[in-house]
């Protein structure tokens, strides 16, 4: 399920960064309160090739994250109030730095990009969407536009740093040699299910396959599940990859035995393990996939650290130290 609220950049900043960025939600309040100001002049706090970062941004991401945690987290006698300062203002450094490479290279994310990605977090959270935001107190407006800046921040590492990242063959075979136990041998099993929405159904339809009627056939006619038109088969399985009062049953299960009725938030599940697979030694060719995806991955990693420490080397900032020692 998606992110009720984008982590704009938050892996690039260290352990204390940021978890709900509202840089614009600063921005809006200066504007709306700009007609009393009698023309004062906005503070900035930094300057990042020629753009700054308010003050007032700065304050509406410094306090959003103490909001987050305990007045614990802050004891008189060490100088953490300080050190989470420092650490949003470089955070959103960082931000504003990849920001101007996006622009730079004319990158950017269309309304239309947008609002289909909203309508697909919007499925996921249903009528509750809206509630959901309000119960944390975040204006749809804001949290809108930092889902645009998620998206344009994946885009531009996609296109600016990983795009070039190739894994050979050879390299990856070398690789699967090298870590025998990325690939480790496991059972599997083949079950098929019959679930139904209601306990007596399920008890009935439990005497019915234990007096010896078919399996794929009752499963066909009853079962409320997807695979239903397979007869209930739901593949080869591992450990693990169901949720646990599932995996539990199944492999406990001998093969060709009917499982206790499991109740699930979907129904009532009945279970019949229908094969097992011992555990096997796994070739290349089983792991190809996953040996491919580890190394891309730590390529990956590797570019994007250097990317950002190019970006930061060549950009001009200036913190106003006066003013952050100043702010409340």
């Given at each position: 399920m998606n992110n009720m609220r984008p982590p704009v950049l938050e892996n690039l900043t260290g352990p204390c960064r940021p978890l709900m960025p509202l840089v614009f939600l600063g921005v809006l309040c200066f504007f709306a309160l700009s007609g009393c100001d009698h023309g004062l002049q906005r503070k900035a706090v930094a300057t990042v090739n020629g753009e700054k970062i308010y003050l007032e941004e700065y304050q509406q991401r410094l306090n959003a994250q103490k909001g987050l945690l305990s007045p614990r987290a802050f004891p008189d006698s060490l100088n953490k109030r300080e050190i989470l300062g420092e650490e949003i203002l470089d955070s959103m450094i960082t931000e504003k730095i990849i920001l101007q490479r996006a622009r730079e290279i004319n990158l950017s994310i269309s309304d239309t990009e947008l609002e289909k990605k909203?309508?697909?977090?919007?499925k996921d959270y249903g009528a509750n969407f809206f509630d959901l935001l309000r119960a944390q107190n975040v204006r749809y407006e804001d949290w809108r536009e930092e889902l645009r800046k998620e998206m344009l921040f994946d885009r531009l590492v996609a296109e600016d740093v990983n795009a070039p990242i190739r894994v050979s063959e050879d390299e990856a075979e070398d690789y699967f040699n090298e870590h025998p136990d990325l690939c480790k041998p496991e059972t599997r099993i083949r079950a098929s299910q019959i679930v139904v929405r209601s306990p007596a159904q399920a008890l009935q339809?439990?005497?019915?396959?234990e007096k010896g009627e078919d399996f794929a056939k009752v499963a066909s006619q009853v079962s409320i599940g997807?695979?239903?038109?397979r007869g209930g088969d739901l593949g080869l399985i591992s450990r693990e990859t169901m949720p646990e009062p599932f995996d539990k049953t199944l492999f406990k299960l001998r093969p060709g035995k009917i499982s206790p009725i499991v109740k699930s938030a979907?129904?009532?599940?009945?279970?019949?393990?229908?094969e097992i697979r011992p555990a096997r030694a796994r070739s290349f060719a089983d792991c190809r996939e996953i040996v491919m995806a580890r190394i891309r991955a730590q390529k990956e990693d590797a570019a994007f650290t250097?990317?950002?420490a190019g970006l930061k080397a060549k950009a001009i900032v200036k913190k106003e130290i006066d003013i952050l020692k100043k702010a409340p």
């Open positions: 909203l309508m697909d977090i919007r339809i439990k005497a019915r396959l997807p695979e239903a038109v979907y129904g009532y599940h009945i279970f019949k393990v229908t250097v990317w950002l």
